[in-house]
């Protein structure tokens, strides 16, 4: 299976939610970000950087990848989008940060209208905020991935949200619980739609 987390923008979470996704799943990850982290979390072998230019690379069926991708459209991105089984479009409160993820959410589904968007770093009120800017344009799921410095620690830690809430440690779950469920539930979404 492939995911495609995509954005025009920065900054909205992409990488985050691609590596999150990657280490609860047990994924690759192919991103475009040739500054990304990622490499440093995952095994060297799990993780694709694509230099400028480079074609997507072809895989064999039977490997599951989520697609770290942001910035312009390109022929590599659109065929992301055309092999993706669900795209996620990540994106914040931040009026620019939701018309930049309206313009992708409007270009993203000419090519595959199997889309979930996210509203990432969310606070108090902001899910709802996402939610009813997206539903004036289109009826796709908006779900929540709360504020927290739980989702940033995995680069740290090397462990998924999941992994982390199902801690023995009641710290941990503490922490990480609420923002573990709302990645399952995502999770969920994204792969229901396929």
């Known amino acids: 299976m492939r995911i495609l987390v995509y954005s025009f923008k920065g900054g909205t979470g992409k990488s985050t939610i691609a590596l999150n996704w990657a280490l609860t799943l047990d994924w690759g990850v192919i991103t475009n970000d040739l500054y990304s982290p990622i490499d440093k979390v995952l095994e060297k072998k799990r ?4 230099q400028i230019g480079q074609p997507l690379p072809d895989l064999p069926e039977g490997v599951n990848v989520v697609y770290d991708f942001g910035g312009y459209v390109d022929d590599r991105v659109v ?4 092999d993706a089984a669900a795209i996620i479009v990540p ?8 018309q930049v993820a309206l313009e992708t959410i409007k270009e993203t589904e000419r090519h595959n209208k199997h889309i979930v968007v996210v509203a990432n770093k ?3 009120g902001d899910f ?9 344009f289109f009826k796709y799921p908006v779900l929540p991935l709360k504020a927290t410095k739980a989702l940033t620690r995995i680069y740290s830690s090397k462990k998924s949200l999941r992994a982390a809430a199902d801690s023995e440690n009641p710290l ?4 990480y619980t609420a923002a573990a469920d709302q990645f399952d539930a995502i999770v969920a979404a994204v792969t229901k739609r396929k």
């Open 79 to 82: 065929k992301a989008m055309k």
């Open 122 to 124: 969310a606070g108090k």
């Open 47 to 50: 993780v694709y950087k694509l």
């Open 172 to 175: 941990d779950r503490h922490a």
């Open 91 to 98: 994106t914040t409160n931040a009026f620019a940060e939701i």
């Open 128 to 136: 709802e905020y996402v939610q009813s800017a997206i539903r004036q």
